[in-house]
């Protein structure tokens, strides 16, 4: 395929790299079957603790000179990338698109929303700003100022095998620090893609070995990053239950996580609702990257009143979904990343009608011509209640339930009666119910929207969510700081010495 080729993808690959320098490692073969059609696309080796501990090496020298470069210089090597991705944006979305699954159209927004943290981070280095205040000394002057970590751990998930990488990356960059990224082993070619993209604009501005660093593996690979005491910061976005394990082995040692993990978000459909326009956020957010985001609509509290009506909406709209390749851009729903996701989805069907779940649009797996690789499923959905076991659950699928309130208060109180806590909507003209779903006592979840649907943040804002969703933040506003050290300073310009809060010490 042509996409390949111009991104320096091979059959076989090394997947370990410390800048330029690729080594060459005695771990297995990963390889990468395509869920589009089940071919193999090729393989990556995965990084050994030899290559392990010579990226860390070259990662820790490369920290003690890009650290001093200027924060502006820096921020133009990462403008420079910027242009890159540009440059490969067909390239780079057409195999984010064929590796993961996700449509062409979300593949190449994927990689736009990396050009986009580029631009961000490029602004963002001439504004690394502290604070000044006044000393309640004379002749004393105090202020904070931020300074980098050293090396960032980042550990990504296959649903987005590129964008939240380079959330990390390009902000960690521009504040100074290093990073070691380990993608997802379901889709490591796009990691590859990327080392070379990076590759070729840091040898042209003599950028140091070991800025940008790359190493493939599994499980055990995971654990080695975050046990390591000489990684301040591990970024780690995936399920609970592995944030869970990276959070605990990061903490043991006192070091610092971003943690952004598992989503089970609700959109609130109101009696004031405009519902044509709630059908478009609803359906987008249930059925895009074929529910496998985690900010993908999982409920839908919909007020009785316009119950019926709205849930007849979306069964014919579901009746129009195009199923099929996604590198065709007339298909609305891709498949899903592999067979095991394709059992959790049917297993979740199962546990849901044994719950009582009544399915409105009935699920199953795609067969025939075009749907070879068997990892096509029907987007499906169901009327449930809330406390269904399976309903607090999140499953990496396009299930949809439907739960049905009385009063606003109900609604919000389903919303956030779930353990995850990452993305909320309410569709609602009624301004005061509006506001109460933003107030403190609404939505519990770090994203809450109005008239918009719970997928596609901006990278503009602070991403992240509450509860087991793991409290981090990545990407825009001030998540910067995660990736640096706060230190405050005070200077004496006086001839004497007066100690604080007026401790007399006489000599």
């Known amino acids: 395929m042509e996409f390949l080729k111009a991104l320096g993808i091979a059959k076989d690959n090394c997947g370990t790299s410390t800048g330029s320098v690729w080594i060459n490692t005695k771990g297995a073969a990963i390889p990468s079957y395509s869920p589009v059609d089940g071919a193999l696309i090729g393989s990556v080796y995965a990084t050994d603790k030899d290559g392990y501990e010579q990226v860390l090496h070259t990662a820790a020298r490369a920290f003690a000179e890009w650290r001093n470069w200027p924060a502006p210089r820096r921020g133009e090597v990462v403008r420079q990338v910027g242009e890159a991705l540009r440059e490969k944006k067909q390239w780079l979305g057409q195999l984010v698109s064929y590796e993961m699954g996700k449509s062409l159209q979300e593949g190449l927004g994927e990689v736009q929303e990396m050009i986009d943290i580029c631009d961000f981070a490029v602004g963002l280095s001439r504004q690394l700003h502290g604070l000044t205040m006044h000393s309640e000394r004379p002749g004393h002057r105090m202020y904070e100022q931020w300074h980098p970590l050293g090396i960032v751990g980042i550990i990504s998930a296959f649903n987005f095998p590129v964008a939240v990488w380079s959330w990390n990356t390009m902000l960690g960059w521009v504040c100074g620090d290093v990073c070691i990224w380990k993608p997802s082993e379901k889709c490591p070619l796009c990691s590859i893609a990327c080392q070379n993209i990076i590759n ?98 999982r409920r839908l509290i919909i007020h009785e009143s316009v119950y019926d009506a709205f849930r007849d909406k979306l069964v014919k709209a579901y009746g129009q979904l195009r199923i099929g390749n996604p590198l065709d851009q007339n298909n609305h729903v891709g498949p899903l990343i592999d067979k095991d996701a394709v059992n959790q989805y049917l297993a979740s069907i199962e546990k849901c009608k044994s719950e009582g779940g009544r399915f409105v649009v009935e699920g199953g797996v795609m067969e025939g011509a075009g749907f070879e690789s068997g990892c096509y499923v029907k987007p499906c959905i169901a009327e449930v209640s809330n406390d269904f076991s399976i309903v607090q659950h999140e499953t990496f699928a396009p299930i949809l339930y439907l739960i049905k309130y009385k009063t606003i208060d109900e ?97």
């Open 411 to 507: 609604a919000i109180a389903y919303q956030n009666g779930v353990p995850q806590g990452l993305s909320s909507s309410i569709m609602t003209l009624n301004l005061r119910e509006a506001e109460q779903f933003l107030s403190c006592s609404g939505s519990d979840c770090g994203i809450a929207n109005v008239n918009i649907g719970t997928s596609g943040a901006e990278i503009g804002g602070a991403f992240g969510g509450e509860k087991e969703t793991g409290g981090g933040r990545e990407s825009g506003s001030d998540a910067w700081k995660a990736y640096m050290r706060r230190q405050t300073n005070t200077i004496n310009y006086s001839t004497k010495l007066p100690l604080a809060q007026g401790i007399k010490f006489d000599l």
């Open 200 to 297: 070729e604009v840091f040898t042209r501005n003599d950028v140091p070995q070991g800025v940008c660093n790359l190493v493939n593996g599994g499980r055990e690979l995971g654990e080695w990053l975050a046990a390591d005491t000489r990684i301040p910061l591990i970024s780690a976005t995936g399920s609970t239950r592995m944030g869970k394990a990276v959070g605990a082995a990061v903490g043991a040692r006192l070091g610092k996580s971003i943690l952004e993990l598992g989503g089970n978000n609700a959109i609130i459909i109101s009696k004031d609702a405009d519902l044509d326009m709630s059908l478009i956020g609803c359906v987008f957010g249930a059925v895009g990257t074929a529910g496998q985001r985690c900010t993908s609509t």
